[in-house]
């Protein structure tokens, strides 16, 4: 019980944590000086500036997941929410023809009570975190469908909504720096995220779940209501996702979404987060989601074929969770 307690107060510094996130920041410049060495065509302001372009989406999704895999839980559902959530966006704004901003909240809100009920059917129900949202994924993929008619939805009506991904502020402020929104949306959620998992109860109990579930229970913590609140939270970020998907495109895809979750779920574990829970940072995940763009498009660059990426990037994800179970056995 004082375990939990002490655990519960605040994520303590560690050395070995933040050694970690400095060799997962060194992979990344590694590799950024190879496919810069072996392109001439990868280290250009354009292509950097697509790289955290295509980060972002993915990003924000795994912003959200962290929470989630921090508890030990998993969350499948992100990627066909992230759809749900710009189908609905697409309805407001297009179908009803409501103000951009009503469509953004209603996306963001359609998220958080797609998160609210697999939190739900995870403490309340005691259905598995892999059960609840393996249904949930079908769930979202069925209800954009069926709300889009199986038609993409278009913003040609809404030019504002197109800025938010596309747009750019930075560039207005700093001539020829042109970073699209996207982007500072993206860095912004995760200042957002990681001060309320590292300065907020939310995170401290966040990682107190994580780490022993029923000494924080038995502590006096509302585990069930807690947990609730961390998958409603992975929804708003997957709700945030699903807005900068459809303003990227400029339209609501519905057929999109599958195999975004294991992108998502793989940044985060590539980032440093625990599959077991109580172990994990925003920082990491912000870095594991660089990872996989820039080893995406530095494939790409090099005109590795498609089928052949997916191996690479299969790899990496069975590299990220091999040692993180060495870490586990280590500790």
């Known amino acids: 019980m004082k375990e939990a307690m002490i655990a519960a107060k605040k994520p303590a510094f560690s050395f070995k944590s933040a050694l970690e996130q400095f060799l997962a920041f060194g992979s990344l410049i590694l590799l950024i000086i190879f496919f810069s060495i072996a392109s001439s065509n990868f280290f250009h302001f354009s292509n950097i500036v697509g790289i ?12 959200g997941s962290t929470f989630v895999i921090i508890t030990g839980g998993i969350d499948l559902s992100v990627g066909t929410v992230m759809t749900l959530c710009s189908v609905m966006t697409g309805v407001f704004i297009t179908t009803l023809g409501l103000p951009v901003y009503i469509g953004i909240i209603g996306g ?52 504002v909504f197109m800025e938010i991904s596309q747009g750019s502020l930075l560039g207005d402020l700093i001539p020829g720096f042109e970073v699209p929104n996207a982007v500072l949306i993206f860095f912004i959620a995760a200042i957002v995220g ?128 091999y040692v993180d179970n060495l870490r586990r056995r280590k500790a």
């Open 108 to 159: 963001l809100l359609t998220g958080a009570v797609c998160g609210l009920i697999s939190g739900i059917a995870i403490s309340r129900f005691g259905i598995p975190p892999f059960i609840a949202t393996l249904a949930m994924m079908m769930i979202a993929k069925g209800l954009a469908l069926v709300i889009s008619g199986t038609k993409p939805i278009y913003f040609t009506k809404s030019p």
């Open 52 to 63: 955290l372009l295509s980060t972002a989406v993915i990003g924000v999704l795994a912003l």
């Open 194 to 321: 990681s001060v309320l998992l590292t300065r907020t109860i939310i995170g401290r109990y966040n990682f107190a779940i994580g780490s022993n579930e029923e000494a924080t229970r038995l502590s006096g913590v509302n585990v069930r209501n807690w947990k609730i609140v961390i998958y409603t939270i992975t929804g708003v970020f997957t709700g945030l996702a699903g807005i900068l998907m459809a303003s990227r495109l400029n339209s609501a895809q519905p057929s999109l979404g599958m195999g975004y979750e294991l992108e998502a779920i793989a940044a985060v574990i590539i980032g440093g987060t625990s599959l077991s829970g109580g172990k994990g940072t925003i920082v990491g995940t912000v870095i594991g989601a660089l990872i996989m763009s820039v080893l995406t498009n530095g494939l790409r660059i090099l005109s590795v074929p498609q089928e052949w990426q997916t191996v690479v990037v299969g790899f990496v994800i069975l590299l990220a969770v």
